[in-house]
Nanobody
Framework: QVQLVESGGGLVQAGGSLRLSCAAS????????MAWFRQAPGKEREFVAA????????NYATSVKGRFTISGDSAKNTFYLQMDSLKPEDTAMYYC???????????WGQGTQVTVSS
């Protein structure tokens, strides 16, 4: 059974940084992409960033490009989202996800809350 467990969320002031982690277990992920999505209150879940399991391909939403960095450690089955220059509009529940593509997500984590104060 696939499990994705996020950690690292919290409260931070605008301009600050946070690093989210996602520990993956339960299968071989070598042909998967790993991704982060977020959902703010009253809004739909949106794509944030994705990385191939090999780490040689990344993709970012326009709203976070240049501020967020996705990375992975395949030996630890863990991937990360480094978030810098945070803005209040980044406030959301952040979910890690695994699947065959950004539009073909098969597994979701439980979410971790990120709150950015102005």
């Amino acid at each position: 059974q696939v499990q994705l467990v996020e950690s690292g969320g919290g409260l931070v002031q605008a301009g600050g940084s946070l690093r989210l982690s996602c520990a993956a277990s339960g299968r071989t992920f070598s042909n998967y992409i790993m991704a982060w999505f977020r959902q703010a209150p009253g809004k739909e879940r949106e794509f944030v960033a994705a990385i191939s399991w090999s780490g040689d391909s990344t993709n970012y939403a326009t709203s976070v490009k240049g501020r967020f960095t996705i990375s992975g450690d395949s030996a630890k089955n863990t991937f990360y989202l480094q978030m810098d220059s945070l803005k209040p509009e980044d406030t959301a529940m952040y979910y890690c996800a695994a699947g065959l593509g950004v539009a073909h997500i098969l597994n979701w984590g439980q979410g971790t809350q990120v709150t950015v104060s102005s």
